[in-house]
């Protein structure tokens, strides 16, 4: 079993409609995840940063953590095509704990 | 530009030549980790140093890699008698020191094999 399950997608919606990615995690140690965005032939950016369970909302983002179903996911509100791009979640135990990706959500959003 | 900054962006080398990149963190930033990249993959961890110490490597980086951070600056990444299997995205990222998680990645540097 992989460390991080993530659907590849792809992923297509219009333009305003609200997506939620998600990932599932093997591994209870893990307290930090984060969501990072990729656009074509550069680096992930960080997109968002949880600790442990809860929600964080930044604009039209939110992230949420479930740590019993060991579940994360990131919505977006009002998508844009500017959101169009491959979104990863990330986990880590902190400290000196690497990271550790899910496979990436391809987004499309059409205008 | 105060990012994280990767030489060069493309590198089309043909099997069996050496080939080394080169990663700049961000000013500051202790920790320095190499991933790599495949299409349709997450990045995978390669090693990471802390400051000029490189602390772990992933049973990825064969004999054939070695990665260096002199003086705790800049690093390199060498991949000798390189294979079709090594084309990937070679990426650098840097964050500012052991209790902080957030990595900030560079742009990559895309190996092809041929």
């Known amino acids: 079993q992989k460390e991080v399950e993530q659907d590849p997608g792809p992923l297509s919606v219009p333009e305003g409609a609200i997506v939620s990615l998600n990932c599932t995690y093997s591994n209870s140690a893990f307290q930090y995840f984060m969501w990072y965005r990729q656009y074509s032939r550069k680096g992930p950016e960080l997109l968002m940063y949880t600790y442990s369970s809860g929600n964080k909302e930044d604009g039209r983002f939110t992230a949420q953590v479930d740590k019993s179903s060991k579940y994360i996911s990131l919505f977006i509100r009002d998508s844009q095509p500017s959101d169009s791009a491959t979104y990863l979640c990330a986990v880590t135990q902190g400290g000196s704990e690497k990271l550790v990706f899910g496979k990436g959500t391809k987004l499309t959003v059409n205008p | 530009d105060t990012g994280v900054s990767q030489d060069p962006r493309h590198k089309i080398t043909k099997r069996g030549q050496n080939v080394t990149f080169r990663c700049d963190p961000i000013?500051?930033?202790?920790?320095l980790y190499w991933y790599r990249q495949t299409l349709g993959q997450g990045p995978e961890f390669l090693t990471y140093f802390q400051n000029e110490a490189q602390l772990e490597k992933s049973r990825l980086l064969s004999d054939r890699f070695s990665a260096e951070r002199p003086k705790g600056s800049f690093s390199t990444l060498e991949i000798q008698r390189t294979e079709q299997g090594d084309s990937a995205m070679y990426l650098c990222?840097?964050?500012?020191?052991?209790?902080?998680?957030?990595?900030?990645f560079g742009s990559g540097t895309q190996l092809s094999v041929l």
């Open positions: 000013s500051e930033h202790n920790r």
């Open positions: 990222a840097s964050t500012p020191g052991i209790m902080d998680e957030k990595l900030f």
